[in-house]
């Protein structure tokens, strides 16, 4: 299946947005003679002037009188305009559209865990992260409140991290959204912006601006079977806690089903109880920081879905908390994000031995088609990590970030090789 179209199974060719030049370092040269400083100007002969009362010198350090009112009145203007102007961007984050430009650096985010690392108490993490997390509710299909997830306080400026299948319906059709804490306050929000791609979404509500945000660990640190807590409110049931372990790392998973788009993304696995209404709820380890954001659960009817009416079987999926820094980040730029693509169809299916993804095609100007990759090619590794099928390539891919130049290892022919492709970029 594919994320675009899922009538023919592969990945579709999208355009190749141009790279931006990066900007070179400043480059810094020897200083000059004379310590640093041009040379002085060359001497000249005054005239001698014997009737004129020679004038003492000036004492050494003393400023004119006139200067320290001039020096503080300028002070006082660009501390003025400087704080006016700090204040529109303050304003602008919190009562305006949400967007900011600074991205992530310019939000107030915690990254520092609220709990030690000896810590091995679920109900001291509950405790502490409760009151960050949040039940989203929103229009779904014309009804009110017809949709229900959860989320979690991003920062102090009053934005949201959910999942973008929580809220996409209600944006679509300009719906009514509102965040819920902890004891029942209900807040009016609406979408800065969203990526079906990644499964993210971001929120911003300004009168829920000052609520303590939730800590942004790393799911890189995490160990297959560490203890991890899973917040939310399933089936609406609000301020739900639910506790595990890491079932497994790197997953590939695509989420969605053949009536909408898919999703891919290289997921945490857990077998905390995650249930519908557990979406864009943050997964946390023991130190009270957040890892991931809880996407999609697998059914026994044999795929990972999100939202449908189907319950906990002890494998849910998490999108790590590294890829949704990157696209919060994006998103509070600019209101989209991106993601890498290399302008080349793949089979997600069809090939049973888990031995590579096989390309099916390669559109002109494209980086696939500049590095080389050809139809046929099946492509067994990126950057060293082991690629099983067409899934697993798509989610490798988008693992990195448009511009960087990456390793594929190809069998072609029976023969192994190695291709460097620059990946391209597309909004979504």
Not at 355 to 371: K, L, N, Y
Request: charged share 20%; aromatic share 4%.
């Amino acid at each position: 299946m594919s994320q675009d179209d899922p009538r023919d199974g592969t990945e579709p060719t999208q355009p190749i947005a141009p790279q931006q030049p990066t900007t070179p370092p400043p480059s810094w040269a020897p200083p000059q003679a004379w310590g640093g400083y041009p040379p002085p100007p060359p001497t000249q002969q005054l005239p001698y002037a014997p009737y004129a009362a020679a004038r003492p010198p000036a004492p050494r350090g003393r400023v004119s009188g006139w200067i320290w009112p001039v020096v503080c009145v300028l002070a006082l203007v660009l501390g003025i305009a400087g704080g006016v102007a700090g204040a529109a961007v303050y304003e602008r984050a919190s009562d305006g559209d949400g967007f900011v430009g600074d991205g992530l650096a310019g939000v107030d985010t915690v990254s520092e865990a609220p709990l030690p690392v000896e810590n091995g108490s679920v109900a001291e993490v509950a405790r502490r992260l409760l009151p960050s997390t949040v039940q989203i509710v929103a229009e779904y299909e014309g009804q009110e409140a017809g949709a229900s997830g959860s989320g979690f306080i991003l920062d102090r400026q009053g934005h949201v991290i959910t999942n973008n299948h929580v809220v996409e319906g209600a944006d679509e059709d300009d719906g009514p959204i509102e965040i819920v804490d902890q004891d029942g306050n209900r807040y009016s929000a609406t979408v800065v912006g969203r990526s079906p791609v990644y499964d993210l979404a971001v929120l911003f509500a300004p009168e829920a601006r000052g609520m303590e945000p939730a800590a942004l660990g790393a799911s890189r640190s995490l160990l297959v079977g560490e203890e991890v807590v899973a917040i939310g409110s399933p089936l609406g049931l609000s301020s739900t806690v639910t506790a595990g372990i890491v079932s497994a790392k790197d997953r590939p998973v695509t989420t969605g089903d053949s009536s909408s788009e898919s999703s891919y993304i290289n997921a945490v696995q857990t077998d905390a109880a995650i249930n519908p209404g557990n979406s864009g709820g943050p997964l946390v380890n023991l130190r009270g920081q957040v890892v991931g954001v809880n996407s999609a659960i697998a059914t026994t009817g044999g795929g990972g879905i999100t939202g449908e009416q189907s319950g906990n079987i002890g494998v849910g999926f998490a999108i790590p908390i590294e890829q949704v820094r990157v696209t919060a980040d994006q998103i509070l730029r600019t209101g989209e994000a991106s993601y890498p693509v290399i302008g080349a169809k793949v089979r997600t299916g069809g090939r049973t031995d888990a031995s590579g993804a096989e390309i099916d095609s390669v559109e002109p100007d494209t980086p696939a088609e500049r590095s080389g990759l050809q139809k046929g090619d099946v492509i067994t590794e990126i950057e060293g990590q082991r690629v099983t099928d067409g899934i697993a390539l798509i989610v490798a891919i988008r693992t990195h970030q448009p511009g960087e130049t990456v390793e594929f290892t190809v069998e072609r022919d029976g023969e192994e090789r190695t291709i460097s492709v620059t990946l391209g970029e597309q909004v979504g």
